[in-house]
């Protein structure tokens, strides 16, 4: 690494969060015990008070848990780490697995195809992706929160949710009216879920950007739930409903592969 590119990524770090992050590096390297904080600061290179600071931080969020051991209070890694380790890898996992299956669906279809998750928020965050051939490319960036309500890739994962479920996230995301067409109650998105839910797909027509249309289907585990969603968007213009509902199958079809690599039973789609 060059030294303006250090001073550049120096420049945005924040010590505090650097910090935190030195003492579950510091905890995941040492022994089952754990550390005491007089050795977590002298590991880190930080004051006791300090590092007593960073560790109750940790503590609230059950990212170090503390125990005592020989009339020593010690530390070590928290549960919550447990829960980001199995979801990063869970993603991962799919990212892996979708990735070639996207790449012949981009091919079939010539559109921008996209894979997605629900964050712990509820909103439908894309983490893989494969462009469409050409200059006129339709996808928001990786990582970008999407409100579920108006999005293909968040209908289809939230049809598979129990309705409880859906209702609180949807208090937690807000349902503003994007556009004209978009869905602004949940009695309204829940009828339209029933339809996502029984036919295999999902579409985001006009609801969040006026002329664009997506289309998403969800990838489930062998336990049948949703772990992700796949989807491809386009210009409205010239599309029939029937040309919708040929390419909702079509991503069924395709999501229904990745699903059954992770284990899934094939489901069958509905006509639309």
């Keep these: 690494m060059t030294q303006a590119a250090q001073t550049t990524e120096d420049r945005y770090a924040l010590r505090s969060v650097s910090r935190a992050l030195d003492v579950l590096e510091a905890l995941a390297s040492c022994g089952s015990e754990g550390l005491t904080v007089a050795e977590i600061a002298t590991v880190i290179g930080v004051s ?8 109750q931080t940790l503590l609230a ?14 530390y070590r890694l928290g549960f919550a780490l447990v829960h980001l380790g199995d979801r990063a890898a869970a993603d991962v996992g799919v990212s892996q697995v979708a990735m070639p ?3 012949e ?6 559109l921008t195809s996209r894979l ?3 964050d712990d928020d509820g909103y439908a965050v894309a983490i893989s992706r494969v462009d469409a051939p050409g200059i006129v490319r339709i996808a928001s960036a990786l990582g970008q929160r999407e409100l579920p309500h108006c999005s293909a890739l968040g209908k289809s994962l939230m049809a598979l949710l129990p309705p409880a479920r859906v209702v609180k996230l949807l208090a937690h995301t807000g349902m503003p009216g994007r556009t004209q067409y ?6 309204e998105l829940m009828k339209d879920l029933i339809l996502v839910a029984e036919r295999g797909y999902a ?7 006026i002329g664009v249309v997506c289309v998403g289907a969800a990838i489930t585990n062998r336990d049948g739930e949703g772990v992700a969603a796949i989807s491809v968007t386009t210009l409205k213009s010239g599309l029939s ?13 395709y999501a229904e592969r990745i699903s059954g690599m992770l284990g899934a039973q094939p489901q069958p789609v509905a006509r639309g």
């Design 241 to 253: 409903d029937d040309d919708l509902h040929a390419l909702g199958r079509t991503l069924h079809a």
């Design 61 to 74: 969020r059950s990212y170090v848990i503390d125990v005592r051991l020989g009339g020593s209070r010690r």
């Design 101 to 103: 299956v996207l790449r």
């Design 116 to 118: 997605a998750v629900l």
């Design 182 to 187: 978009t869905r602004v109650t949940p009695a």
């Design 105 to 110: 669906l981009t091919e079939e279809t010539g």
């Design 203 to 209: 579409f985001d027509d006009e609801e969040d950007n």
């Design 48 to 55: 006791k008070s300090t590092a007593f600071a960073l560790l």
